[in-house]
């Protein structure tokens, strides 16, 4: 079964740092580019980061552009996003996902994990 799962949400104080992880199975990760999603109550999904299959090429949006940083490791077919100094803001559930291309657009990307929720709370 081709898979993606995350892992790493939790509860941070503002300030915080949480590690989230994007593990797959039943695919070579390294095949795809990996888009990182999320999405708060009364929102849309927002694009946040990406980072390309081959050169490893990654892109930002400006609300998380210095605070978060997103990477993969081929050997254990995993992508992370790190993400330091969160926001109340920042609170969401977080999706990866693969996509066709190295784009920020969710159009893009067809094949989604089931999230993992980030609560940033004083």
């Known amino acids: 079964q081709e898979q993606l799962v995350e892992s790493g949400g939790g509860v941070v104080q503002p300030g915080g740092s949480l590690l989230l992880s994007c593990a797959a199975s039943?695919?070579?990760?390294?095949?795809?580019?990996i888009g990182w999603f999320r999405q708060a109550p009364g929102k849309g999904r927002e694009g946040i980061a990406y980072i390309s299959s081959i050169q490893d090429q990654t892109m930002y949006a400006e609300s998380v552009k210095g605070r978060f940083t997103v990477s993969r490791d081929n050997a254990k077919n995993t992508a992370y996003l790190a993400m330091n100094n969160l926001e109340p803001e920042d609170t969401a559930v977080y999706y990866c996902?693969?996509?066709?291309?190295?784009?920020?657009?969710?159009?893009?990307?067809?094949?989604w994990g089931q999230g993992t929720q980030v609560t940033v709370s004083p």
């Open positions: 996902a693969r996509g066709t291309s190295v784009t920020l657009s969710p159009a893009a990307y067809f094949d």
């Open positions: 039943g695919f070579k990760l390294a095949n795809y580019p």
